[in-house]
């Protein structure tokens, strides 16, 4: 059974770091993509940063330069080190899962977390 659990967000203030997690189960992460997407409030949900099984990596435009993604094999768990967080990062965070290479439409994506809410404000 797929499973996907996100650990990490909080409230921080601007310029601050935040480590998210996805514990996962069920598959490993070398047979599978996992991605990170977020959604703000009255918005679209985006992709931010995505690990394809042979540990490539690609992170969206707005977050390259300050989020990376990871994993740990061992431990069968994704992270999102997000460093001089914005207001805007503001949202909830989501990662998910698929067979194959990553890609940031989530529309390609079968399983999903239930999400863990990032805020960034002062």
């Known amino acids: 059974q797929v499973q996907l659990v996100e650990s990490g967000g909080g409230l921080v203030q601007p310029g601050g770091s935040l480590r998210l997690s996805c514990a996962t189960s069920?598959?490993?992460?070398?047979?599978?993509?996992i991605a990170w997407f977020r959604q703000a409030p009255g918005k679209e949900r985006e992709g931010v940063s995505c690990?394809?099984?042979?540990?490539?990596?690609y992170s969206t435009d707005s977050v390259k330069d300050r989020f990376t993604i990871s994993r740990d094999l061992a431990k069968n768990t994704v992270y999102l080190q997000m460093n001089r967080l914005k207001p805007e990062d503001t949202a909830v965070y989501y990662c998910?899962?698929?067979?194959?290479?990553?890609?940031?439409?989530?529309?390609?994506?079968?399983?999903w977390g239930q999400g863990t809410q990032v805020t960034v404000s002062s």
């Open positions: 690990i394809s099984g042979d540990g490539s990596t």
């Open positions: 998910a899962t698929r067979q194959g290479i990553a890609m940031m439409d989530d529309r390609w994506y079968d399983y």
């Open positions: 069920g598959f490993t992460l070398d047979d599978y993509a």
